[in-house]
Protein backbone atom coordinates (compact mmCIF):
# COMPACT_ATOMS: atom_id res chain seq x y z
CA UNK A 1 0.00 0.00 0.00
CA UNK A 2 1.01 3.59 -1.07
CA UNK A 3 1.98 5.54 1.89
CA UNK A 4 3.50 9.36 2.97
CA UNK A 5 4.69 10.83 5.46
CA UNK A 6 5.04 14.56 6.13
CA UNK A 7 7.35 16.27 8.78
CA UNK A 8 7.04 18.02 10.58
CA UNK A 9 3.46 18.74 11.35
CA UNK A 10 4.05 22.04 11.95
CA UNK A 11 6.28 24.45 11.36
CA UNK A 12 6.63 28.13 12.76
CA UNK A 13 9.44 30.61 11.15
CA UNK A 14 10.33 34.07 11.31
CA UNK A 15 10.19 36.18 8.22
CA UNK A 16 13.41 35.82 6.49
CA UNK A 17 14.20 32.42 8.02
CA UNK A 18 15.09 30.02 5.22
CA UNK A 19 13.55 26.22 5.91
CA UNK A 20 12.98 22.61 4.34
CA UNK A 21 9.77 20.88 4.42
CA UNK A 22 10.07 16.92 4.43
CA UNK A 23 8.08 14.10 2.36
CA UNK A 24 8.57 10.41 2.89
CA UNK A 25 7.04 8.24 0.53
CA UNK A 26 6.68 4.37 0.11
CA UNK A 27 5.17 3.69 -3.48
CA UNK A 28 5.37 -0.01 -5.55
CA UNK A 29 6.65 2.64 -8.63
CA UNK A 30 6.54 6.35 -8.69
CA UNK A 31 4.82 7.84 -11.41
CA UNK A 32 4.59 11.23 -10.06
CA UNK A 33 4.63 13.20 -6.65
CA UNK A 34 2.90 16.33 -6.38
CA UNK A 35 3.54 19.30 -3.59
CA UNK A 36 0.05 21.32 -3.64
CA UNK A 37 -0.45 24.58 -1.09
CA UNK A 38 -3.98 25.02 0.61
CA UNK A 39 -5.17 27.63 2.53
CA UNK A 40 -7.64 27.69 5.37
CA UNK A 41 -11.21 27.08 3.88
CA UNK A 42 -9.94 26.73 0.33
CA UNK A 43 -8.94 23.77 -2.12
CA UNK A 44 -5.62 22.44 -2.38
CA UNK A 45 -3.74 24.24 -4.98
CA UNK A 46 -1.09 22.67 -7.54
CA UNK A 47 2.66 24.03 -6.89
CA UNK A 48 4.75 21.25 -8.56
CA UNK A 49 5.00 17.73 -9.81
CA UNK A 50 8.35 15.77 -10.00
CA UNK A 51 8.92 12.79 -11.69
CA UNK A 52 12.41 11.13 -11.30
CA UNK A 53 14.84 10.91 -8.53
CA UNK A 54 17.48 14.33 -8.67
CA UNK A 55 14.63 16.63 -10.45
CA UNK A 56 13.88 19.99 -9.11
CA UNK A 57 11.64 22.59 -9.55
CA UNK A 58 11.34 25.82 -8.51
CA UNK A 59 8.81 28.84 -8.43
CA UNK A 60 9.64 31.80 -6.31
CA UNK A 61 10.25 31.13 -3.02
CA UNK A 62 9.64 27.32 -3.11
CA UNK A 63 12.61 24.79 -4.38
CA UNK A 64 11.18 21.66 -4.36
CA UNK A 65 13.69 17.96 -4.59
CA UNK A 66 13.42 14.88 -5.28
CA UNK A 67 15.02 11.01 -4.15
CA UNK A 68 14.05 7.75 -4.42
CA UNK A 69 12.56 7.73 -0.99
CA UNK A 70 11.98 11.78 0.15
CA UNK A 71 10.84 14.72 -1.26
CA UNK A 72 11.71 18.07 0.11
CA UNK A 73 10.06 21.48 -0.31
CA UNK A 74 12.65 24.49 0.33
CA UNK A 75 11.69 27.60 1.45
CA UNK A 76 14.27 30.41 1.10
CA UNK A 77 13.34 33.50 3.22
CA UNK A 78 9.96 32.78 3.47
CA UNK A 79 7.46 35.76 3.77
CA UNK A 80 4.01 35.93 6.26
CA UNK A 81 2.30 35.41 3.03
CA UNK A 82 3.64 31.39 2.14
CA UNK A 83 1.99 31.06 5.22
CA UNK A 84 -0.42 27.74 4.70
CA UNK A 85 -0.32 24.04 4.64
CA UNK A 86 1.62 22.51 2.05
CA UNK A 87 0.37 19.10 1.06
CA UNK A 88 2.65 16.17 -0.46
CA UNK A 89 1.28 13.22 -2.45
CA UNK A 90 1.86 10.44 -4.76
CA UNK A 91 1.12 8.47 -8.17
CA UNK A 92 1.60 5.33 -8.63
CA UNK A 93 1.83 3.14 -11.52
CA UNK A 94 -0.57 0.26 -11.22
CA UNK A 95 -0.63 -2.97 -12.89
CA UNK A 96 -4.37 -2.87 -13.04
CA UNK A 97 -4.72 0.47 -14.73
CA UNK A 98 -5.22 2.72 -11.82
CA UNK A 99 -2.68 5.33 -11.97
CA UNK A 100 -4.30 8.16 -11.13
CA UNK A 101 -4.94 8.14 -7.54
CA UNK A 102 -3.59 10.55 -5.54
CA UNK A 103 -1.89 9.21 -1.67
CA UNK A 104 -1.97 12.24 0.14
CA UNK A 105 0.15 13.19 3.24
CA UNK A 106 -1.65 15.02 6.07
CA UNK A 107 0.33 17.59 5.55
CA UNK A 108 3.07 20.41 7.07
CA UNK A 109 1.14 23.71 8.70
CA UNK A 110 3.62 26.56 7.93
CA UNK A 111 3.00 29.73 9.88
CA UNK A 112 6.01 32.12 8.83
CA UNK A 113 5.51 35.51 11.56
CA UNK A 114 6.24 39.29 10.30
CA UNK B 1 -9.32 30.30 -17.14
CA UNK B 2 -11.97 29.24 -14.91
CA UNK B 3 -10.92 26.55 -12.52
CA UNK B 4 -13.55 23.56 -10.60
CA UNK B 5 -16.16 25.35 -9.29
CA UNK B 6 -18.11 23.12 -6.70
CA UNK B 7 -21.50 23.62 -4.75
CA UNK B 8 -22.83 24.53 -2.21
CA UNK B 9 -19.68 25.63 -0.74
CA UNK B 10 -21.20 24.77 2.80
CA UNK B 11 -24.00 22.40 3.81
CA UNK B 12 -25.51 21.64 7.32
CA UNK B 13 -27.75 19.02 6.78
CA UNK B 14 -29.84 16.28 9.50
CA UNK B 15 -28.33 12.56 10.44
CA UNK B 16 -30.52 10.18 8.15
CA UNK B 17 -30.63 13.15 5.58
CA UNK B 18 -29.89 12.57 1.69
CA UNK B 19 -27.34 15.37 0.23
CA UNK B 20 -26.16 16.08 -3.19
CA UNK B 21 -22.93 18.16 -3.88
CA UNK B 22 -21.91 19.05 -7.53
CA UNK B 23 -18.98 19.48 -9.14
CA UNK B 24 -18.10 21.55 -12.42
CA UNK B 25 -14.82 20.65 -13.80
CA UNK B 26 -12.56 22.95 -15.82
CA UNK B 27 -13.43 23.01 -19.54
CA UNK B 28 -11.85 20.47 -22.01
CA UNK B 29 -10.77 18.22 -18.39
CA UNK B 30 -11.89 14.68 -19.23
CA UNK B 31 -10.32 13.48 -16.06
CA UNK B 32 -12.90 13.90 -12.68
CA UNK B 33 -12.08 13.04 -9.38
CA UNK B 34 -13.71 13.10 -5.95
CA UNK B 35 -11.76 13.02 -2.58
CA UNK B 36 -12.88 13.66 1.06
CA UNK B 37 -10.78 15.28 3.62
CA UNK B 38 -11.68 14.74 7.61
CA UNK B 39 -10.10 17.01 10.35
CA UNK B 40 -6.73 16.16 11.11
CA UNK B 41 -6.43 13.21 7.84
CA UNK B 42 -5.15 13.11 4.61
CA UNK B 43 -7.63 13.72 1.31
CA UNK B 44 -8.96 9.94 0.70
CA UNK B 45 -9.76 9.08 -3.27
CA UNK B 46 -13.13 8.61 -3.81
CA UNK B 47 -14.06 8.01 -6.74
CA UNK B 48 -12.62 9.16 -10.31
CA UNK B 49 -14.29 9.16 -13.83
CA UNK B 50 -12.43 9.37 -17.23
CA UNK B 51 -14.42 10.10 -20.39
CA UNK B 52 -17.12 7.98 -20.96
CA UNK B 53 -15.30 5.04 -19.25
CA UNK B 54 -16.58 3.33 -16.27
CA UNK B 55 -15.94 5.02 -13.03
CA UNK B 56 -13.32 3.77 -10.39
CA UNK B 57 -15.82 3.46 -7.35
CA UNK B 58 -12.67 1.68 -5.45
CA UNK B 59 -12.47 4.55 -3.05
CA UNK B 60 -16.44 5.09 -1.79
CA UNK B 61 -16.52 4.06 1.76
CA UNK B 62 -19.95 2.88 1.51
CA UNK B 63 -22.81 2.01 -0.93
CA UNK B 64 -24.57 5.35 0.73
CA UNK B 65 -22.13 6.76 -1.34
CA UNK B 66 -22.70 7.35 -5.40
CA UNK B 67 -21.61 9.63 -7.48
CA UNK B 68 -22.74 10.36 -11.35
CA UNK B 69 -21.25 12.29 -14.42
CA UNK B 70 -23.86 13.75 -17.00
CA UNK B 71 -22.54 14.75 -20.52
CA UNK B 72 -19.12 14.33 -19.44
CA UNK B 73 -18.93 17.31 -17.57
CA UNK B 74 -20.79 17.86 -14.19
CA UNK B 75 -20.13 15.45 -11.84
CA UNK B 76 -22.90 14.67 -8.75
CA UNK B 77 -21.88 13.28 -5.67
CA UNK B 78 -24.89 12.08 -3.56
CA UNK B 79 -24.88 10.81 0.40
CA UNK B 80 -27.77 8.80 1.09
CA UNK B 81 -28.74 8.91 5.12
CA UNK B 82 -26.08 10.89 6.28
CA UNK B 83 -24.31 9.66 9.26
CA UNK B 84 -22.20 12.23 11.71
CA UNK B 85 -18.81 10.62 10.42
CA UNK B 86 -19.83 11.91 6.84
CA UNK B 87 -18.95 15.08 8.00
CA UNK B 88 -16.00 16.36 6.47
CA UNK B 89 -15.00 18.59 3.13
CA UNK B 90 -15.71 17.18 -0.28
CA UNK B 91 -13.17 17.97 -2.73
CA UNK B 92 -13.63 18.01 -6.53
CA UNK B 93 -10.55 17.88 -8.87
CA UNK B 94 -10.16 17.48 -12.35
CA UNK B 95 -7.73 17.11 -15.11
CA UNK B 96 -6.46 15.85 -17.96
CA UNK B 97 -6.66 12.53 -20.30
CA UNK B 98 -3.26 11.51 -19.10
CA UNK B 99 -4.27 11.42 -15.60
CA UNK B 100 -1.56 14.02 -14.67
CA UNK B 101 -2.34 17.03 -12.65
CA UNK B 102 -4.77 17.55 -10.88
CA UNK B 103 -6.80 21.03 -10.37
CA UNK B 104 -8.72 20.62 -6.70
CA UNK B 105 -12.06 23.31 -6.35
CA UNK B 106 -12.76 25.02 -3.28
CA UNK B 107 -14.62 21.94 -1.48
CA UNK B 108 -17.88 21.67 0.08
CA UNK B 109 -17.98 21.63 3.47
CA UNK B 110 -20.46 19.31 4.70
CA UNK B 111 -21.81 18.67 8.46
CA UNK B 112 -24.46 16.24 9.81
CA UNK B 113 -25.95 17.24 13.07
Known amino acids: EDQVTQSPEALRLQEGESSSLNCSYT??????LFWYRQDPGKGPEFLFTLYSAGEEKEKERLKATLTKKESFLHITAPKPEDSATYLCAVQAWSSGGSNYKLTFGKGTLLTVNP | GAGVSQSPSNKVTEKGKDVELRCDPISGHTALYWYRQSLGQGLEFLIYFQGNSAPDKSGLPSDRFSAERTGGSVSTLTIQRTQQEDSAVYLC???????????FGPGTRLLVL
Open chain 1, 27 to 32: VSGLRG
Open chain 2, 93 to 103: ASGGAFQETQY
